[in-house]
């Protein structure tokens, strides 16, 4: 089987397990592009992200990822706090629906890894991760 044979083997798997738990997953509606904007953005953690720095981390223009942010902001799912360096400024942060949907979305990869880890040998599942963070890397 061929290397894109086995890509699209493992996105069908992927779908499948995201269908299994999205009737309970809030992010599960979203676009992958809202999902990316969503990602950056959590993973600036409790201090949140300047629209700037979003547009950077996206590669896109800043009127652009303050679009993005305005339509999230109206589903609720990111919040804009006070810098605490600079009060004229506002951070970007997720909310707690998020934070807790977000925790979904890792079952969801914890039920890929374990159907793997019961077909692979414990050496095989190390060298899997490596080239996959090798070839994604």
Known sequence: M???????????QSAK????????????????NEFEYLRVIKESGE??????????????TK?????????L?????????LCAEDARSKRIVVTGE???SWALENVVYQ?????M??????SEVELLEQLLEKSLG
């Open 47 to 60: 201090s949140g992200i300047r629209i700037t720095d979003i547009a950077h981390e996206m590669s896109v």
């Open 98 to 100: 998020v934070i807790e």
């Open 111 to 115: 039920d890929l890894a374990e159907k």
């Open 73 to 81: 902001e109206k589903r609720n799912m990111v919040k804009r706090i």
């Open 17 to 32: 397990a995201w269908r299994r738990y999205a009737s309970q997953d809030a992010l599960s509606s979203l676009s992958f």
């Open 63 to 71: 009127p652009s990822a303050s679009n993005m942010v305005a339509r």
């Open 2 to 12: 061929s290397l894109e044979e086995t890509l699209i083997r493992l996105e069908s």
């Open 117 to 122: 880890r019961t077909k692979l040998s414990g």
